[in-house]
């Protein structure tokens, strides 16, 4: 089983929807969360970390449930620039702080 | 974004020679990464090290050389390579020891081989 599962996609919706993408761990004992945006042949660049609490950044709002090990990602009133693959990354924090598991990714496409 | 600094950006190489990619990062991490990724695939951890240290080596074949002279820089020795070796090359840095802390990537090498 993989440490980390996404949905690959792609989502195909138009601007202006709201998108959500869900990501889930294996390890219980994963510590820290992120999402990352990767652009076709760029580097992935972080998009946000997620928090127990839940926690958002203007269109994007991310959230963690640590009881069902899923992290999630909401995108309100997507926008053109918003394409891209959405990458969910785990790490397993205490005494494993350089060991990060990527997703596959979730490929979005927005239409206009 | 200077953080994490790879050269070259882009490398055409044959498969008898041998090349090397620069990794630099102004961040202060301690940790260093390599990862490969080939068209439309998910990333793939070839190597990592900690505090200078090589602490991961994802069963990278030996025509791939890693070296950490500090925490601030890595480089990948390349030689004799294969078709199938051609991909984007991204270095990764992050803070260890330190929760929640994210990893920060370079831009990337992309890697040809005729």
């Known amino acids: 089983r993989k440490e980390v599962e996404q949905d690959p996609g792609p989502f195909n919706v138009p601007e202006g929807a709201t998108v959500a993408f869900n990501c889930t761990y294996s390890n219980s004992a994963s510590q820290s969360f992120f999402w990352y945006r990767q652009d076709c042949r760029k580097e992935p660049k972080l998009l946000m970390s997620?928090?127990?609490s839940g926690n958002e950044d203007g269109r994007f709002t991310a959230q963690l449930n640590r009881a069902s090990q899923y992290i999630s990602l909401l995108i309100r009133d997507s926008k053109l620039s918003d394409s891209a693959t959405y990458l969910c990354?785990?790490?397993?924090?205490?005494?494993?702080?350089?060991?990060?598991?990527f997703g596959s990714g979730t490929k979005l496409n927005v239409k206009p | 974004e200077t953080g994490v600094t790879q050269t070259p950006r882009h490398l055409v190489m044959g498969m008898t020679n041998k090349k090397s990619l620069k990794c630099e990062q102004h961040?202060?991490?301690?940790?260093m990464y390599w990862y490969k990724q080939s068209a439309k695939k998910p990333l793939e951890l070839m190597f990592v090290y900690n505090f200078k240290e090589q602490t991961e080596n994802n069963s990278v074949p030996s025509r791939f050389s890693p070296e950490c002279p500090n925490s601030s820089h890595l480089f990948l020795h390349l030689h004799t390579l294969q078709p199938e070796d051609s991909a984007l090359y991204l270095c990764?840095?992050?803070?260890?020891?330190?929760?929640?802390?994210?990893?920060?990537f370079g831009d990337g090498t992309r890697l040809s081989i005729l």
């Open positions: 961040l202060g991490h301690n940790a």
């Open positions: 997620v928090y127990s």
């Open positions: 990354v785990v790490n397993m924090g205490i005494d494993n702080f350089n060991k990060f598991y």
């Open positions: 990764a840095s992050s803070r260890d020891r330190e929760a929640r802390q994210p990893q920060h």
